[in-house]
Protein backbone atom coordinates (compact mmCIF):
# COMPACT_ATOMS: atom_id res chain seq x y z
CA UNK A 1 0.00 0.00 0.00
CA UNK A 2 3.03 2.47 0.96
CA UNK A 3 4.48 1.83 -2.59
CA UNK A 4 1.64 1.84 -4.16
CA UNK A 5 1.10 5.67 -2.77
CA UNK A 6 4.74 6.49 -3.46
CA UNK A 7 4.07 5.59 -6.96
CA UNK A 8 1.06 8.21 -7.38
CA UNK A 9 2.79 10.82 -5.72
CA UNK A 10 5.55 10.46 -7.89
CA UNK A 11 3.59 10.00 -10.94
CA UNK A 12 1.38 13.05 -9.93
CA UNK A 13 4.74 15.44 -9.69
CA UNK A 14 6.25 14.38 -12.89
CA UNK A 15 3.00 15.51 -14.24
CA UNK A 16 2.97 18.90 -12.92
CA UNK A 17 6.92 19.41 -13.76
CA UNK A 18 5.88 19.07 -17.34
CA UNK A 19 2.28 21.02 -17.40
CA UNK A 20 4.62 24.07 -15.49
CA UNK A 21 7.03 23.27 -18.65
CA UNK A 22 5.25 23.86 -20.96
CA UNK A 23 3.48 26.86 -19.57
CA UNK A 24 6.86 28.46 -19.56
CA UNK A 25 7.66 27.57 -22.89
CA UNK A 26 4.60 29.17 -23.93
CA UNK A 27 5.32 32.70 -22.54
CA UNK A 28 8.71 32.33 -23.21
CA UNK A 29 10.52 32.46 -20.38
CA UNK A 30 12.65 29.41 -21.45
CA UNK A 31 14.24 29.75 -24.61
CA UNK A 32 13.94 26.84 -27.12
CA UNK A 33 16.16 25.85 -29.63
CA UNK A 34 14.04 24.89 -32.89
CA UNK A 35 14.12 22.04 -34.91
CA UNK A 36 15.58 22.91 -38.71
CA UNK A 37 13.70 21.24 -41.33
CA UNK A 38 16.47 19.24 -42.07
CA UNK A 39 16.59 17.58 -38.24
CA UNK A 40 19.80 19.59 -37.24
CA UNK A 41 19.79 21.70 -33.91
CA UNK A 42 21.65 24.62 -35.02
CA UNK A 43 23.64 24.61 -31.60
CA UNK A 44 24.82 21.89 -32.60
CA UNK A 45 26.16 22.55 -36.35
CA UNK A 46 29.75 23.59 -36.60
CA UNK A 47 29.64 27.60 -38.20
CA UNK A 48 31.08 26.95 -41.98
CA UNK A 49 30.75 30.40 -43.42
CA UNK A 50 31.60 33.27 -41.20
CA UNK A 51 29.92 35.93 -40.19
CA UNK A 52 28.55 38.16 -42.89
CA UNK A 53 29.31 41.14 -40.41
CA UNK A 54 32.32 40.27 -39.53
CA UNK A 55 35.78 42.16 -41.04
CA UNK A 56 37.61 39.81 -43.30
CA UNK A 57 40.48 37.92 -41.72
CA UNK A 58 43.69 40.42 -41.55
CA UNK A 59 46.21 39.88 -44.10
CA UNK A 60 49.30 38.23 -42.65
CA UNK A 61 52.42 39.25 -44.76
CA UNK A 62 55.05 36.87 -43.58
CA UNK A 63 52.67 33.76 -43.84
CA UNK A 64 52.02 34.74 -47.45
CA UNK A 65 55.92 35.57 -48.18
CA UNK A 66 56.15 32.03 -46.99
CA UNK A 67 53.36 30.61 -49.89
CA UNK A 68 55.30 32.60 -52.77
CA UNK A 69 58.83 31.20 -51.30
CA UNK A 70 57.05 27.66 -51.84
CA UNK A 71 59.99 25.76 -50.04
CA UNK A 72 60.23 22.28 -51.35
CA UNK A 73 59.47 20.22 -47.78
CA UNK A 74 57.01 17.99 -48.25
CA UNK A 75 55.01 16.32 -50.06
CA UNK A 76 52.43 18.15 -52.20
CA UNK A 77 48.59 17.36 -52.24
CA UNK A 78 47.43 16.88 -55.89
CA UNK A 79 43.86 17.04 -57.69
CA UNK A 80 45.03 16.59 -61.19
CA UNK A 81 44.55 13.24 -63.16
CA UNK A 82 41.01 12.79 -61.07
CA UNK A 83 37.98 11.62 -63.36
CA UNK A 84 35.65 9.14 -63.44
CA UNK A 85 36.89 6.10 -64.36
CA UNK A 86 35.62 5.91 -68.21
CA UNK A 87 36.76 8.87 -69.01
CA UNK A 88 40.18 8.66 -70.52
CA UNK A 89 42.94 11.50 -70.35
CA UNK A 90 43.72 12.87 -73.78
CA UNK A 91 46.08 15.62 -73.47
CA UNK A 92 47.77 18.36 -70.83
CA UNK A 93 48.96 21.60 -71.27
CA UNK A 94 51.16 23.33 -68.43
CA UNK A 95 51.88 26.63 -67.88
CA UNK A 96 54.37 27.50 -65.39
CA UNK A 97 56.22 30.06 -64.07
CA UNK A 98 60.45 29.75 -63.27
CA UNK A 99 61.41 28.49 -59.87
CA UNK A 100 63.60 30.20 -57.49
CA UNK A 101 65.86 32.52 -58.57
CA UNK A 102 68.24 35.22 -57.80
CA UNK A 103 66.82 39.18 -57.19
CA UNK A 104 66.79 40.98 -60.58
CA UNK A 105 67.31 44.46 -58.54
CA UNK A 106 69.87 44.94 -55.61
CA UNK A 107 68.93 47.42 -52.68
CA UNK A 108 71.81 50.15 -53.77
CA UNK A 109 74.99 50.21 -50.86
CA UNK A 110 74.25 47.17 -49.48
CA UNK A 111 76.18 43.45 -49.61
CA UNK A 112 73.78 41.07 -51.93
CA UNK A 113 72.26 37.83 -50.38
CA UNK A 114 75.70 35.63 -50.63
CA UNK A 115 73.58 32.57 -52.35
CA UNK A 116 75.39 29.82 -54.05
CA UNK A 117 73.84 28.99 -57.39
CA UNK A 118 75.60 25.39 -58.14
CA UNK A 119 73.93 22.48 -57.92
CA UNK A 120 75.54 20.34 -54.85
CA UNK A 121 73.02 16.90 -54.53
CA UNK A 122 74.45 17.15 -50.80
CA UNK A 123 73.22 20.57 -50.32
CA UNK A 124 69.54 21.22 -48.97
CA UNK A 125 67.05 21.61 -50.63
CA UNK A 126 67.75 18.41 -52.91
CA UNK A 127 66.19 16.03 -55.04
CA UNK A 128 66.75 12.52 -55.19
CA UNK A 129 67.23 13.11 -59.52
CA UNK A 130 69.31 16.04 -59.02
CA UNK A 131 72.89 14.12 -59.63
CA UNK A 132 71.08 12.34 -62.82
CA UNK A 133 69.81 15.72 -64.04
CA UNK A 134 72.95 17.60 -63.86
CA UNK A 135 74.06 14.57 -65.79
CA UNK A 136 72.04 14.83 -68.31
CA UNK A 137 72.21 18.11 -69.16
CA UNK A 138 75.78 18.04 -69.72
CA UNK A 139 74.52 15.77 -72.95
CA UNK A 140 72.29 17.97 -74.43
CA UNK A 141 74.00 19.48 -77.25
CA UNK A 142 71.81 17.09 -79.74
CA UNK A 143 68.71 19.28 -78.86
CA UNK A 144 66.81 21.59 -81.27
CA UNK A 145 66.86 25.04 -79.89
CA UNK A 146 65.49 27.88 -81.17
CA UNK A 147 67.30 31.36 -81.63
CA UNK A 148 69.79 31.89 -78.79
CA UNK A 149 68.08 29.52 -76.58
CA UNK A 150 71.07 26.93 -77.22
CA UNK A 151 73.74 29.54 -76.35
CA UNK A 152 72.00 29.33 -72.70
CA UNK A 153 73.59 27.03 -70.03
CA UNK A 154 70.98 24.29 -69.43
CA UNK A 155 71.77 24.50 -65.22
CA UNK A 156 72.79 27.20 -63.45
CA UNK A 157 76.87 27.11 -61.73
CA UNK A 158 77.93 29.94 -60.72
CA UNK A 159 79.17 30.14 -57.27
CA UNK A 160 78.02 33.40 -56.59
CA UNK A 161 74.31 33.76 -57.80
CA UNK A 162 73.83 36.44 -61.26
CA UNK A 163 70.90 38.70 -61.04
CA UNK A 164 67.97 36.94 -62.26
CA UNK A 165 69.77 33.39 -61.94
CA UNK A 166 68.12 29.91 -61.30
CA UNK A 167 69.10 28.67 -57.87
CA UNK A 168 69.29 25.25 -56.65
CA UNK A 169 65.80 25.52 -54.93
CA UNK A 170 64.00 26.66 -58.15
CA UNK A 171 65.70 23.74 -59.93
CA UNK A 172 64.21 21.11 -57.33
CA UNK A 173 60.99 22.84 -57.31
CA UNK A 174 60.59 21.66 -60.50
CA UNK A 175 62.11 18.15 -60.44
CA UNK A 176 59.45 17.58 -57.68
CA UNK A 177 56.76 19.39 -60.69
CA UNK A 178 57.86 16.70 -62.42
CA UNK A 179 57.94 13.73 -61.16
CA UNK A 180 54.29 14.52 -59.41
CA UNK A 181 52.96 15.43 -63.41
CA UNK A 182 54.65 11.78 -64.02
CA UNK A 183 53.31 9.99 -61.39
CA UNK A 184 50.17 11.02 -62.41
CA UNK A 185 49.94 11.41 -66.20
CA UNK A 186 52.40 8.87 -67.42
CA UNK A 187 52.25 5.65 -64.86
CA UNK A 188 48.56 6.28 -63.91
CA UNK A 189 46.84 7.71 -67.16
CA UNK A 190 49.42 6.89 -69.77
CA UNK A 191 49.14 10.15 -71.54
CA UNK A 192 52.88 9.03 -73.51
CA UNK A 193 54.17 5.73 -73.46
CA UNK A 194 57.94 4.57 -73.51
CA UNK A 195 58.12 4.99 -77.66
CA UNK A 196 56.70 8.38 -77.38
CA UNK A 197 57.56 10.44 -80.17
CA UNK A 198 59.07 14.14 -80.94
CA UNK A 199 55.24 15.33 -82.33
CA UNK A 200 53.20 14.50 -79.15
CA UNK A 201 55.71 17.38 -77.19
CA UNK A 202 55.43 20.78 -77.81
CA UNK A 203 57.85 23.04 -75.70
CA UNK A 204 58.38 26.75 -75.35
CA UNK A 205 60.16 29.18 -73.11
CA UNK A 206 61.34 32.55 -72.74
CA UNK A 207 64.46 33.42 -73.38
CA UNK A 208 66.00 33.36 -70.19
CA UNK A 209 68.13 30.82 -68.71
CA UNK A 210 65.63 30.60 -65.60
CA UNK A 211 62.82 29.60 -68.06
CA UNK A 212 64.45 27.27 -69.90
CA UNK A 213 66.17 25.64 -66.81
CA UNK A 214 63.15 25.54 -65.47
CA UNK A 215 61.22 23.98 -68.40
CA UNK A 216 64.34 21.30 -68.42
CA UNK A 217 64.06 20.20 -65.10
CA UNK A 218 60.62 19.69 -65.21
CA UNK A 219 60.76 17.56 -68.40
CA UNK A 220 63.50 15.60 -66.96
CA UNK A 221 61.48 14.34 -63.90
CA UNK A 222 58.77 13.99 -66.33
CA UNK A 223 60.91 11.81 -68.70
CA UNK A 224 63.57 10.96 -66.28
CA UNK A 225 66.64 10.33 -69.39
CA UNK A 226 64.56 11.61 -72.35
CA UNK A 227 66.14 11.60 -75.53
CA UNK A 228 67.54 14.68 -76.34
CA UNK A 229 66.87 14.68 -79.97
CA UNK A 230 63.45 14.32 -79.54
CA UNK A 231 63.19 17.92 -77.97
CA UNK A 232 62.96 20.66 -79.89
CA UNK A 233 62.86 23.78 -77.63
CA UNK A 234 60.66 26.83 -78.76
CA UNK A 235 61.89 30.30 -78.39
CA UNK A 236 59.41 33.03 -77.14
CA UNK A 237 60.08 36.73 -77.53
CA UNK A 238 57.21 37.88 -75.21
CA UNK A 239 56.55 37.37 -71.67
CA UNK A 240 52.76 37.64 -72.34
CA UNK A 241 52.98 34.65 -75.54
CA UNK A 242 51.40 36.82 -77.88
CA UNK A 243 53.82 35.55 -81.22
CA UNK A 244 52.47 36.87 -83.86
CA UNK A 245 49.58 38.87 -82.40
CA UNK A 246 51.14 41.52 -80.36
CA UNK A 247 49.80 44.44 -81.83
CA UNK A 248 47.18 45.61 -79.81
CA UNK A 249 47.11 49.30 -78.85
CA UNK A 250 44.22 48.97 -76.05
CA UNK A 251 45.98 46.28 -74.42
CA UNK A 252 48.57 48.94 -73.60
CA UNK A 253 46.55 51.31 -72.22
CA UNK A 254 44.66 49.39 -70.12
CA UNK A 255 48.12 48.60 -68.61
CA UNK A 256 49.17 51.91 -68.22
CA UNK A 257 46.09 52.43 -66.12
CA UNK A 258 46.89 49.62 -64.10
CA UNK A 259 50.55 51.31 -63.75
CA UNK A 260 48.37 54.54 -62.60
CA UNK A 261 46.24 52.85 -60.19
CA UNK A 262 49.26 51.53 -59.10
CA UNK A 263 51.37 54.59 -58.28
CA UNK A 264 47.91 56.41 -56.74
CA UNK A 265 47.71 53.54 -54.16
CA UNK A 266 51.45 53.64 -53.31
CA UNK A 267 51.55 57.39 -52.71
CA UNK A 268 48.74 57.03 -49.84
CA UNK A 269 50.13 54.22 -47.80
CA UNK A 270 51.70 56.41 -45.43
CA UNK A 271 52.67 54.01 -43.39
CA UNK A 272 54.81 52.51 -46.95
CA UNK A 273 56.18 55.88 -47.13
CA UNK A 274 57.75 55.96 -43.63
CA UNK A 275 59.10 52.95 -44.18
CA UNK A 276 60.71 54.05 -47.48
CA UNK A 277 61.99 56.91 -45.71
CA UNK A 278 64.04 54.64 -42.86
CA UNK A 279 65.57 52.42 -45.05
CA UNK A 280 67.14 54.81 -47.24
CA UNK A 281 68.19 56.78 -44.22
CA UNK A 282 69.70 53.48 -43.26
CA UNK A 283 71.29 52.79 -46.86
CA UNK A 284 72.24 56.48 -47.21
CA UNK A 285 70.65 57.11 -50.22
CA UNK A 286 67.44 59.33 -51.41
CA UNK A 287 63.82 57.90 -50.89
CA UNK A 288 62.96 58.30 -54.43
CA UNK A 289 66.38 55.78 -55.32
CA UNK A 290 65.45 53.68 -53.17
CA UNK A 291 61.68 52.69 -53.88
CA UNK A 292 62.75 52.65 -57.93
CA UNK A 293 65.44 49.49 -56.92
CA UNK A 294 62.01 47.87 -56.22
CA UNK A 295 63.35 46.38 -52.43
CA UNK A 296 60.83 43.43 -52.10
CA UNK A 297 62.36 41.72 -54.80
CA UNK A 298 65.56 41.72 -53.23
CA UNK A 299 64.05 41.72 -49.48
CA UNK A 300 61.86 37.92 -50.73
CA UNK A 301 65.15 36.42 -51.61
CA UNK A 302 66.64 36.86 -48.25
CA UNK A 303 63.49 35.98 -46.82
CA UNK A 304 63.20 32.66 -49.29
CA UNK A 305 66.90 31.57 -48.20
CA UNK A 306 66.80 32.12 -44.37
CA UNK A 307 69.53 35.00 -44.91
CA UNK A 308 69.74 37.67 -42.62
CA UNK A 309 68.36 40.95 -44.00
CA UNK A 310 71.08 43.32 -44.89
CA UNK A 311 72.59 45.95 -42.56
CA UNK A 312 75.23 49.02 -43.01
CA UNK A 313 76.99 51.30 -40.50
CA UNK A 314 73.80 53.09 -39.50
CA UNK A 315 71.41 50.04 -38.80
CA UNK A 316 69.62 47.57 -40.62
CA UNK A 317 66.89 46.60 -42.41
CA UNK A 318 64.24 44.58 -40.35
CA UNK A 319 61.40 41.94 -40.44
CA UNK A 320 58.79 45.36 -40.09
CA UNK A 321 60.18 46.70 -43.30
CA UNK A 322 59.47 43.88 -44.90
CA UNK A 323 56.17 43.33 -43.69
CA UNK A 324 55.01 46.93 -43.97
CA UNK A 325 56.05 46.41 -48.04
CA UNK A 326 54.67 42.79 -48.78
CA UNK A 327 51.53 43.81 -46.73
CA UNK A 328 51.64 46.77 -49.26
CA UNK A 329 51.90 44.27 -52.46
CA UNK A 330 49.18 41.96 -50.89
CA UNK A 331 46.89 44.98 -50.11
CA UNK A 332 47.77 46.09 -54.09
CA UNK A 333 46.64 42.69 -55.31
CA UNK A 334 43.84 43.09 -53.11
CA UNK A 335 42.38 46.35 -54.65
CA UNK A 336 43.19 45.35 -58.56
CA UNK A 337 40.64 42.66 -58.72
CA UNK A 338 38.35 45.12 -57.43
CA UNK A 339 39.10 48.12 -59.96
CA UNK A 340 38.83 45.66 -63.22
CA UNK A 341 41.58 47.77 -65.05
CA UNK A 342 43.91 44.80 -64.88
CA UNK A 343 41.29 42.25 -65.82
CA UNK A 344 40.59 44.13 -68.87
CA UNK A 345 44.79 44.32 -69.80
CA UNK A 346 44.62 40.70 -69.34
CA UNK A 347 41.50 39.69 -71.51
CA UNK A 348 43.70 41.50 -74.56
CA UNK A 349 46.87 40.38 -73.13
CA UNK A 350 46.45 36.36 -72.94
CA UNK A 351 44.39 35.67 -75.69
CA UNK A 352 46.68 34.99 -78.43
CA UNK A 353 47.92 32.23 -75.88
CA UNK A 354 44.58 31.32 -74.99
CA UNK A 355 43.26 31.20 -78.25
CA UNK A 356 46.62 28.79 -79.27
CA UNK A 357 45.54 26.54 -76.23
CA UNK A 358 41.80 25.97 -77.36
CA UNK A 359 43.15 25.24 -80.98
CA UNK A 360 45.65 22.66 -80.15
CA UNK A 361 42.69 21.55 -77.47
CA UNK A 362 39.85 21.39 -80.28
CA UNK A 363 42.48 19.39 -82.76
CA UNK A 364 43.22 16.36 -80.58
CA UNK A 365 39.33 16.02 -79.63
CA UNK A 366 39.02 15.92 -83.56
CA UNK A 367 41.75 12.62 -83.18
CA UNK A 368 44.75 14.43 -83.68
CA UNK A 369 47.87 12.77 -81.94
CA UNK A 370 50.18 14.86 -81.61
CA UNK A 371 51.05 17.85 -79.02
CA UNK A 372 49.34 16.13 -76.37
CA UNK A 373 51.72 17.06 -73.44
CA UNK A 374 52.65 21.10 -74.37
CA UNK A 375 54.79 23.00 -71.76
CA UNK A 376 55.15 26.50 -71.67
CA UNK A 377 57.97 27.98 -69.09
CA UNK A 378 57.36 31.53 -68.38
CA UNK A 379 57.10 34.43 -65.64
CA UNK A 380 54.70 35.60 -62.89
CA UNK A 381 53.26 38.28 -65.70
CA UNK A 382 52.42 35.61 -67.52
CA UNK A 383 50.51 33.15 -64.94
CA UNK A 384 49.21 36.56 -63.41
CA UNK A 385 46.94 37.52 -66.52
CA UNK A 386 45.87 34.18 -67.91
CA UNK A 387 44.46 33.77 -64.41
CA UNK A 388 42.64 36.82 -64.40
CA UNK A 389 41.31 36.67 -67.83
CA UNK A 390 39.77 33.16 -66.77
CA UNK A 391 38.17 35.15 -64.15
CA UNK A 392 39.81 32.93 -61.17
CA UNK A 393 39.88 35.79 -58.64
CA UNK A 394 40.93 33.61 -55.73
CA UNK A 395 43.62 32.76 -56.66
CA UNK A 396 47.26 33.45 -55.19
CA UNK A 397 49.83 35.91 -57.11
CA UNK A 398 52.35 33.20 -58.81
CA UNK A 399 54.29 31.31 -56.73
CA UNK A 400 58.04 30.41 -57.59
CA UNK A 401 57.37 27.15 -60.41
CA UNK A 402 53.53 27.91 -60.13
CA UNK A 403 51.92 26.03 -62.23
CA UNK A 404 48.47 26.34 -64.50
CA UNK A 405 47.39 22.79 -65.94
CA UNK A 406 44.92 22.49 -68.80
CA UNK A 407 43.70 18.67 -68.90
CA UNK A 408 41.52 16.90 -71.88
CA UNK A 409 39.32 14.28 -70.84
CA UNK A 410 37.10 12.20 -73.75
CA UNK A 411 33.64 10.74 -72.22
CA UNK A 412 34.47 6.98 -73.02
CA UNK A 413 30.46 6.62 -73.01
CA UNK A 414 30.07 9.15 -75.77
CA UNK A 415 33.58 9.42 -77.03
CA UNK A 416 32.54 12.71 -79.14
CA UNK A 417 32.08 14.77 -76.06
CA UNK A 418 35.28 16.28 -74.26
CA UNK A 419 35.66 18.42 -70.96
CA UNK A 420 38.40 19.88 -69.86
CA UNK A 421 39.33 20.87 -66.31
CA UNK A 422 42.10 23.88 -65.22
CA UNK A 423 44.65 23.17 -61.79
CA UNK A 424 46.81 26.17 -60.31
CA UNK A 425 49.37 24.39 -58.28
CA UNK A 426 47.53 21.10 -57.70
CA UNK A 427 43.82 22.82 -56.37
CA UNK A 428 40.69 22.20 -59.16
CA UNK A 429 39.55 25.40 -60.20
CA UNK A 430 37.54 25.00 -63.24
CA UNK A 431 34.58 25.88 -61.27
CA UNK A 432 36.16 29.17 -60.44
CA UNK A 433 35.79 30.44 -63.93
CA UNK A 434 33.94 32.77 -65.44
CA UNK A 435 32.56 30.49 -68.37
CA UNK A 436 31.95 27.07 -66.07
CA UNK A 437 31.30 28.71 -62.44
CA UNK A 438 27.39 27.86 -63.16
CA UNK A 439 28.01 24.55 -65.02
CA UNK A 440 28.39 21.92 -61.90
CA UNK A 441 24.86 23.33 -60.47
CA UNK A 442 23.17 21.05 -63.16
CA UNK A 443 25.46 18.41 -64.18
CA UNK A 444 26.77 15.44 -62.24
CA UNK A 445 30.26 15.86 -64.28
CA UNK A 446 33.41 17.16 -62.35
CA UNK A 447 34.23 18.85 -65.41
CA UNK A 448 33.71 21.74 -68.11
CA UNK A 449 32.49 20.69 -71.45
CA UNK A 450 35.78 21.82 -73.78
CA UNK A 451 32.88 23.67 -76.20
CA UNK A 452 32.11 26.24 -72.86
CA UNK A 453 36.00 27.30 -72.98
CA UNK A 454 36.09 27.42 -77.03
CA UNK A 455 32.93 30.27 -76.67
CA UNK A 456 34.76 31.91 -74.11
CA UNK A 457 38.19 32.32 -75.83
CA UNK A 458 36.28 32.78 -79.63
CA UNK A 459 33.35 34.78 -78.56
CA UNK A 460 33.13 35.57 -74.84
CA UNK A 461 36.42 37.44 -73.95
CA UNK A 462 35.03 40.30 -76.31
CA UNK A 463 31.78 41.13 -74.95
CA UNK A 464 33.11 43.67 -72.24
CA UNK A 465 34.47 46.18 -75.23
CA UNK A 466 31.75 45.55 -77.46
CA UNK A 467 33.26 43.77 -80.07
CA UNK A 468 33.59 40.63 -81.48
CA UNK A 469 37.44 39.90 -82.55
CA UNK A 470 40.48 40.30 -81.05
CA UNK A 471 41.51 42.41 -83.86
CA UNK A 472 38.42 44.80 -83.32
CA UNK A 473 38.27 44.51 -79.00
CA UNK A 474 42.50 45.94 -79.52
CA UNK A 475 41.25 49.42 -80.52
CA UNK A 476 37.96 50.11 -79.18
CA UNK A 477 37.74 50.68 -75.38
CA UNK A 478 35.59 48.63 -73.17
CA UNK A 479 32.14 49.53 -72.38
Given at each position: ??????????????????????S?????????N????D????????????????????????????????????????????????????????????????????????????????????????????????????????????????S????????F???????????????RN?????????????????????????L????????????????????????????????????????????????????????????????????????????????????????????????L???????????????????????V??????????????????????????????????????????????????????????????????????????????????????D??????????????????????????????????????????????????????N?????????????
Amino acid sequence: MLFRNRFLFLLALAALLAFLSLSLQFLHLIPVNPIKEDGLNPKSRKRIMPDLLTEPPAIDPVYEARVYCNIPTIAERSMEGHAPHYFKLVSVQVLIRHGDRYPLYAIPKTKRPDIDCTLQPSRKPSHPQLEAFIKHMSKGSAAQMDGTLSSLPRYPSHSFCEMGELTQTGVVQHLRNGQLLREIYINKHKLLLSDWTAKQLYLETTGKSRTLQSALALLYSFLPDFDWKKIYMRHQWSTIFCSGSCDCPMRNHYLEEEQRRQYSLRVKNNDLEKIYVDMAKIVGIPTRQLRASNPIDSLLCYFCHNVSFPCTKTGCIGMEHFKVIKRHQLEDERERQEKKLYFLYALLATHPLLNQTVNRLQRIAEGKKEEVFVLYSAHDVTLSPVLSALGITEARFPRFAARLVFELWQDGKRPKEHFIRILYNGADVTFQTSFCKDYYKHSSKPMCPLEKFVSFVKRDMFLVFNSTSYYDACRRRAL
